[in-house]
Every structure is written in structure tokens, then in C-alpha cells.
């Protein structure tokens, strides 16, 4: 085995800098970047994303949701399975409208939302996604639903984006950091 030990002061700094500039070029793209883009690059195509199967969610349990695992979910940035459902039954039930949600991602709770507008004739579906190829494949499988004419589509930040009109249904489902201010913010209240 061979082992690398520096001789003086001098050589261990430079040795530790080296060290650390390495990690710094090596962690980023594993650690640090965001779980959504890992997932929307194996994705070849909208279809792909739909033909996905659901396993059981592996959130960590809170006081909130205790048993995380019994619900599904197609992967772990999309609206777990049976909230999707609870979208669109909503949305029928309460007949906001205007519904606002915060983080489009692949466009899954969009979808249920803006079906629920259909199903109830009237109303619309602002979603609001910063990332422009998320965004951007949003919009392939808003066309190819069909469902263009309920949604409009937004890419910019929750943190700026401006509405007009009285939200009756807001779905926050930006990051988990962000929530709070845009919840502020779009309820007129920061
Ligand atoms: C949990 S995923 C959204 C899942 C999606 N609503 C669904 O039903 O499947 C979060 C998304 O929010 C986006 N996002 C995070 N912060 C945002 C912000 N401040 N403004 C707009 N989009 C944001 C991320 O890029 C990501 O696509």
C-alpha cells in the first residue's frame, strides 16, 4: 500500500487545499443537486413518466402523516397517487374559480386539478414552476392531455409571480423552504 504523507507545514497546506477543492468539484453533483432534476433526467418522455409504477412513499413519518408508506407514489417530487386523486374530487367539490399551484414539476397535480376545472365547465389553473426544462416538459404533457385551454402555465418564481383575481384553492407545492413566504405572499399577508 502506498501512502502520501507530506514532509512539512508548506506541503500539508497545499495538500489540504487540494483535498478540499477535489471534494468541492466532486460532492456538488451528487449531494447537492436537487432531487427533481435527478428524476426529470431519466425521464425519456412524457410517456415514459406515466407508464411509471407507484411503490409506497419513503418519506421520513411526522406527527403530520405517521405511516408515509401507505400511500404510493410515482417518485419522490410528484404528488403521492391517492393525493392526486384528492385534487380533482376538490376541485369538483368546492368549484374554485381560480386554483394557483406552486411547483409544476412533471405537471401530475396540474393535471388532476385542471381536470377537475374541465369536469366542473368553468375556472382555470395557474401553476407556476421556476426550472425551464421542468417547465418545459410540463407543457408537452399539458398539450398532449389536451388540456392546455384550463391551464396557464407559468415559469417564473412563486416568490414574484403576481396574481390577479381572488385564489380559491392555492396548492403549495413549491419547495419545502419556499412554502411559507409563498403561501404569505400569495395570500396578500407578508
Ligand atoms: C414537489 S415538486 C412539485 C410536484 C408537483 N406539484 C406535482 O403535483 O407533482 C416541486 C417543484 O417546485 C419547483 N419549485 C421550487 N421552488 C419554486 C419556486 N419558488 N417557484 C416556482 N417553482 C418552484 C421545483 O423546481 C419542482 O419542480
Known amino acids: 500500500m502506498l501512502f502520501a504523507v507530506p514532509r512539512c507545514p508548506a506541503e500539508r497546506g497545499g495538500l489540504a487545499a487540494g483535498g478540499i477543492a477535489l471534494v468541492l468539484?466532486?460532492?456538488?453533483?451528487f449531494v447537492k443537486?436537487?432531487?427533481?432534476?435527478?428524476?426529470?433526467?431519466h425521464l425519456r418522455?412524457?410517456?415514459?413518466?406515466?407508464?411509471r409504477l407507484?411503490?409506497?412513499e419513503y418519506a421520513p413519518a411526522t406527527?403530520?402523516?405517521?405511516?408515509?408508506?401507505?400511500?404510493?407514489?410515482?417518485?419522490?417530487?410528484t404528488t403521492e397517487v391517492e393525493v392526486l386523486g384528492f385534487l380533482k374530487t376538490l376541485v369538483t367539490t368546492i368549484k374554485p374559480r381560480l386554483v394557483v399551484?406552486?411547483?409544476?414539476?412533471?405537471?401530475h397535480g396540474?393535471?388532476?386539478?385542471a381536470e377537475g376545472v374541465?369536469?366542473?365547465g368553468f375556472g382555470r389553473v395557474v401553476t407556476v414552476e421556476f426550472d425551464p426544462a421542468i417547465y418545459a416538459r410540463a407543457q408537452e404533457r399539458f398539450q398532449a392531455l389536451g388540456l392546455e385551454q384550463w391551464i396557464e402555465s407559468r415559469l417564473e418564481s412563486s416568490l414574484e409571480t403576481t396574481i390577479e383575481g381572488t385564489i380559491d384553492l392555492l396548492y403549495s407545492d413549491s419547495h419545502l423552504a419556499n412554502r411559507e413566504e409563498e403561501i404569505r405572499t400569495l395570500a396578500g399577508c407578508s
Open 118 to 120: 374541465r369536469a366542473n
Open 101 to 107: 399551484e406552486t411547483g409544476t414539476f412533471l405537471g
Open 63 to 77: 406527527p403530520e402523516c405517521p405511516q408515509p408508506e401507505l400511500r404510493s407514489m410515482l417518485d419522490s417530487q
Open 45 to 51: 418522455s412524457v410517456c415514459g413518466a406515466r407508464s
Open 110 to 113: 396540474t393535471v388532476r386539478l
Open 33 to 41: 443537486k436537487y432531487e427533481g432534476l435527478r428524476i426529470f433526467k
Open 25 to 29: 468539484a466532486l460532492v456538488p453533483p
Open 54 to 56: 407507484p411503490q409506497p
